[in-house]
């Protein structure tokens, strides 16, 4: 595998299941990201990692929890979703953070889409 | 709060035309601007990445500029193909401790017609 991965490509779940999503980086990049697409808006920034440490939940719902055990891999896990959380679920990675004079060039996942009945 | 608007927001060409795409940002304050392509339900593919300090970056049929202190990008592509077909993204990335944030737009839906 290279590049970023993300697992399951496509996801059907009822408001009251729990499922996970699941990106891997195969980069060596420290730091990723979970973005959302919304049809006809703009793509979202969700959280942010870097080195496993949490530094960014951009006033996300409680209903979604991010998980990253290590820097080549980042979870977000679901539960109790309504519909209008159906959307693309993009994962992302770069190999810095906030480094001063590094361009901090982001990589994307293909994403999972996520429909919520 | 940073906002980046990009026209048209659809564009449909002959195959071989020169094109450009525009987007526009309204905060100056930026660390890098990146373009995307982006294909029906999948991810976004990187193009090309401009340092606030740059002018232009150039791959390929691909050429973009970012003119920081006026707020504009232009992404220009030259002798378009099918192939090109797409959603184009411009995202800017903030300043000082925020340049890993990504602010993107609407993007620009391109079709090249054989």
């Known amino acids: 595998e290279t590049g970023v991965t993300q697992t399951p490509r496509h996801l059907v779940m009822g408001m009251t299941n729990k499922k996970s999503l699941k990106c891997e980086q195969h980069?060596?990049?420290?730091?990723m990201y979970w973005y959302k697409q919304s049809a006809k808006k703009p793509l979202e920034l969700m959280f942010v990692?870097?080195?496993?440490?949490?530094?960014e939940n951009n006033s996300v719902p409680s209903r979604f929890s991010p998980e990253c055990p290590n820097s080549s891999h980042l979870f977000l896990h679901l539960h109790t979703l309504q519909p209008e959380d159906s959307a693309l679920y993009l994962c992302?990675?770069?190999?810095?953070?906030?480094?001063?004079?590094?361009?901090?060039?982001?990589?994307f996942g293909p994403g999972t889409r996520l429909t919520v009945l | 709060k940073q906002e980046v608007t990009q026209i048209p927001a659809a564009l449909s060409v002959p195959e071989g035309e020169n094109l450009v795409l525009n987007c526009s940002f309204t905060?100056?304050?930026?660390?890098?601007l990146q373009w995307f392509r982006q294909d029906p339900g999948k991810g976004l593919t990187s193009l090309l990445l401009?340092?606030?300090?740059?002018r232009e970056q150039t791959s390929g049929r691909l050429n973009a500029s970012l003119d920081k202190s006026s707020g504009r990008s232009t992404l220009y592509i030259a002798a378009s193909q099918p192939g090109d077909s797409a959603t184009y993204l411009c995202?800017?990335?903030?300043?000082?401790?925020?340049?890993?944030?990504?602010?993107f737009g609407k993007g620009t839906l391109l079709t090249v017609n054989p």
């Open positions: 992302a990675s770069s190999q810095k953070f906030r480094l001063a004079g590094f361009h901090n060039e982001q990589f």
């Open positions: 980069l060596g990049h420290n730091a």
């Open positions: 990692y870097s080195l496993e440490e949490r530094v």
């Open positions: 905060d100056s304050a930026i660390y890098n």
């Open positions: 401009i340092q606030s300090s740059q």
């Open positions: 995202a800017v990335s903030g300043s000082g401790g925020s340049n890993y944030k990504l602010t």
